[in-house]
């Protein structure tokens, strides 16, 4: 039997104590293959981005556990677990040092790590993505939204990881270059092998990028299907109908 990839267990994060406690999630247990493209989805506040973030090991677990490749993820990871696991942010803007060119970018986790060939590896970065070498020595505010966001898929991927977590990778970009962007991510992830857990509030991206698809609700899981269940619209539980529908666009009938 194949062990997962990513291995979530009663998970629960609280924040803030007495009347400030906020219990973001809620006994939250997933498990993701080895090479599954895995997604949550749900309202602002449902606890999917803080699921991720715990993932990731940005947010301590209050309780159960967190385990990627075997192994749990604690408030401090080694370098081996920092490695295997990379981010990709919402923000193309706000996740690049607006004074570190797309160089630095990308060569300082290589010498973090202790990896060589540096030069040849940031040139391959560049290429995976599809930026152009000449990018190579720009800052971030010469960039526009698409090539920052390609610069920190890059980044993530430059390392080699096993695991990518995406955070609503193209909810702040264009309309006319999300898709370059998810397409972009989707070859990456069939050329590489990885293990995806994507975060997104929008059902028709989470259905084309992920093989099944956990809906959120305040804080807790409340079904898991698959991406053709999804697309067809195949939704038992009351809230993901309602998610549905809602993301479908404006409907009188639901508002009356």
Same mark, same amino acid.
């Given at each position: &039997?194949?062990?997962?990839?990513?291995?979530?267990?009663?998970?629960?994060?609280?924040? @803030?104590?007495?009347?400030?406690?906020?219990?973001?999630?809620?006994?939250?247990?997933?498990?993701?293959?080895?090479? *599954?493209?895995?997604?949550?989805?749900?309202?602002?506040?449902?606890?999917?981005?803080?699921?991720?973030?715990?993932?990731?090991?940005?947010v301590a677990?209050?309780?159960?556990?967190?385990?990627?490749?075997?192994?749990?993820?604690?408030?401090?990871?080694?370098? /081996?677990?920092?490695?295997? &696991? =990379?981010?990709? %942010?919402?923000?193309?803007? $706000?996740?690049?040092?607006?004074?570190?060119?797309?160089?630095?970018?990308?060569?300082? +986790?290589?010498?973090?790590?202790?990896? $060589?060939?540096?030069?040849?590896?940031?040139? #391959?970065?560049?290429?995976?993505?599809?930026?152009? +070498?000449?990018?190579?020595?720009?800052?971030?505010?010469?960039?526009?939204?698409?090539?920052? =966001?390609?610069?920190?898929?890059? /980044?993530?991927?430059?390392?080699?990881?096993?695991?990518?977590?995406?955070? *609503?990778?193209?909810?702040?970009?264009?309309?006319?270059? =999300?898709a370059e962007?998810?397409?972009?991510?989707? /070859?990456?992830? /069939?050329?590489? @092998? %990885?293990?995806?857990?994507?975060?997104?509030?929008?059902?028709?991206?989470?259905?084309? &990028?992920?093989?099944?698809?956990?809906? &959120?609700? =305040?804080?807790?899981?409340?079904e898991t299907?698959?991406?053709? #269940?999804?697309?067809?619209?195949?939704?038992? #539980?009351?809230?993901?109908?309602?998610?549905?529908?809602?993301?479908?666009?404006? #409907?009188?009938?639901?508002?009356?």
């Amino acid at each position: &039997m194949t062990l997962p990839m990513i291995a979530i267990d009663g998970l629960a994060v609280t924040f @803030g104590k007495g009347t400030r406690r906020v219990d973001a999630v809620r006994g939250v247990s997933l498990a993701v293959a080895p090479g *599954e493209s895995f997604g949550l989805v749900g309202e602002s506040g449902s606890g999917k981005s803080t699921v991720l973030n715990a993932v990731a090991g940005l947010v301590a677990a209050t309780s159960g556990t967190v385990r990627v490749d075997g192994a749990e993820i604690g408030p401090r990871r080694s370098r /081996r677990q920092r490695r295997l &696991m =990379q981010m990709v %942010f919402q923000d193309p803007y $706000g996740s690049l040092h607006p004074r570190h060119t797309v160089d630095t970018v990308l060569s300082e +986790p290589l010498r973090i790590h202790g990896i $060589g060939d540096v030069e040849r590896r940031v040139a #391959d970065a560049l290429a995976d993505v599809g930026l152009n +070498p000449a990018l190579r020595f720009r800052f971030p505010h010469q960039l526009s939204g698409g090539q920052r =966001q390609r610069v920190a898929i890059a /980044r993530a991927i430059v390392l080699e990881p096993r695991v990518l977590l995406l955070d *609503e990778p193209t909810s702040a970009l264009d309309v006319s270059v =999300q898709a370059e962007v998810l397409n972009l991510l989707r /070859r990456l992830r /069939r050329e590489r @092998g %990885f293990t995806t857990l994507m975060v997104s509030h929008n059902l028709a991206v989470v259905a084309y &990028m992920c093989d099944r698809v956990a809906v &959120m609700n =305040q804080g807790r899981i409340v079904e898991t299907v698959s991406s053709a #269940d999804l697309a067809a619209g195949r939704l038992n #539980d009351p809230y993901s109908q309602r998610l549905l529908a809602a993301s479908s666009g404006y #409907d009188r009938s639901l508002v009356e």
